[in-house]
Structure formats: structure tokens, C-alpha cells
């Protein structure tokens, strides 16, 4: 089955994991996908729950996916958008990038912030105290080829017709609140940001947040899906073999392209947490 892969990339994104993940979810899909992690989507977005919750702490995903479920971005706008400001990006190099990292940091649109996701250094969504963008540029002039744009209206179009077809709702909130009203017919899959690992997010992540996650997490009266990381050859996750060790832990390794040089990108063995047995795993 093709992975369907989102508009806006993120660092530790769960494409490669997708095949693992949709084995491992048991679930009838008669209640809500919840994801108070939401990220880049690529999973829920994978899944296609009838129902379903996408909430995150960083309002400007939110906002971008908002703007698709919504109408007011579309396919079309996203590809006048892209061809008119990659044909700058492509004259003036940096100089213009910078222009619209200031520009987006101002004024926060959605179509600013894919401009910057799709041409800033790796990828990478990180923001500074004040709450600005602040990824260099990612030195690729010529980034908005015809090709590399009308691969990145197809997946807004898909967005689009997914929330629009389904029950799908973006919100902007903190990951307690998105996990303090759910009930047993529910799913909910966790992607926080790693403990212990370099943090793609907009707020922090430390062992009190995560201490906080699993104590509502084993208080959950529904199934879950946990990932987070096992390991890599230099250390091991110490929280898999305390905190959540009284669940089933399920292991891949995954690569993650992060790095300026290659010799820097290190293989991670991923871990799916769960409080069930899956039933479709060989």
C-alpha cells in the first residue's frame, strides 16, 4: 500500500513506520483517532479514522491544516503561491528566504510556513524563545522545480478531500487537554517529541512531561500507540525499561536523514509502546 506522505515535512517524521503502525492498530473505528501530537499527520493521515482529533502545542501546523480542512487553502492557491515565490527564491537565493522567514515570523500565514518547511535547512520546524522561526536557509535556489511543486499540491488536494470527506478536526492545545476527555471506543496514537534526543518542536520536551504522559497514558480507557525510541549505538531509551515496561514494547529499526554530514546521520531503533496485544503482526 502507498504511504501517503503530507505537505509539511517534520524531523523524525513516521513514514517508513507506516506499514508497522497500521498492523499494530487494533480498533474497530467506531469512536476518534486522537493524536495529541499531531506533527507532520502522517499517520492519522495514513489510518483515515471516520472521526478523528488532530491536536498539537505549535498553533501554525495547526493553522496550515486548518486552512485545508477549511477551504481556504486548496491545491490551486498553494500552486500560484509556490510557482510565484520559488520564481523569487530562485533569482534572489537567501536574501529572500530570509525576507519571508521575517515576513512569516510577522504575520504567521499558513502559505509562508510551507514556503519555509520546503526550503529551509533539512526540513527542520524549530522556533526560538520569542516563538520565531529560525531554520537557516537550506542553500536550494532552485528548490520549487515544476515537479517538486505539483507533488506538493497533490498532497494539499489530498488533505483536502480527506478532512472534507471525513470527521477530522484540527486544534491547538496543549497534550493534556487533548487527552482528558477520551472514551473506550477511542484510539489514541502518541508521537511526542523524544526525551533524551535533539527536540523538532515548538515547546520543549522533558522526563516530568514524559512522566505525565505515561501517568495518563496508564490511565487510558482505550487502546494506545506509543512511539518513541529504543536506542542507537551510543545509548539506550532508559524510560522503556522503567516507566513503560508494564506494556508491550514492539521495535524497527528507522533512519533519520538529520544532519549536515552523513557521517552524522545515525541509524534510531524505533519502539511502538502499547497497552493491548496486536493481533496482525507476523
Known sequence: MKVRVPPIKCQGIKSKLIPLIQRTVDWSFDGTWIEPFMGSGVVGFNIMPRNALFADSNPHLINFYEAIANGKLDGLKVRSFLEREG??????????????RARFNRYHHPLDFLFLNRSCFNGVIRFNSKGGFNVPFGHKPQRFSKAYITK???????????????????????????????????????????????????????????????????????????????????????????????????TKEHFYHVGAKEANRKPVLEALVTNFTPKHLP
Open 87 to 100: 520564481a523569487i527564491l530562485s533569482q534572489r537565493g537567501q536574501d529572500y528566504y530570509y525576507e519571508v
Open 152 to 250: 506538493i499540491v497533490n498532497q494539499v488536494d489530498f488533505v483536502h478531500t480527506i478532512s472534507r470527506t471525513f470527521n477530522w478536526s484540527f486544534v491547538c492545545q496543549d497534550f493534556r487537554e487533548t487527552l482528558s476527555g477520551i472514551s473506550e471506543g477511542d484510539f489514541v496514537y502518541c508521537d511526542p517529541p523524544y526525551v533524551g534526543r535533539h527536540v523538532d518542536y515548538f515547546d520543549s520536551w522533558n522526563e516530568e512531561n514524559e512522566r505525565q504522559l505515561f501517568t495518563i497514558l496508564s490511565q487510558c480507557p482505550c487502546r494506545f500507540i506509543l512511539s518513541t525510541w529504543h536506542s542507537n549505538q551510543h545509548r539506550e531509551n532508559a524510560f522503556l525499561g522503567t516507566l513503560w515496561s508494564r506494556f508491550n514494547i514492539l
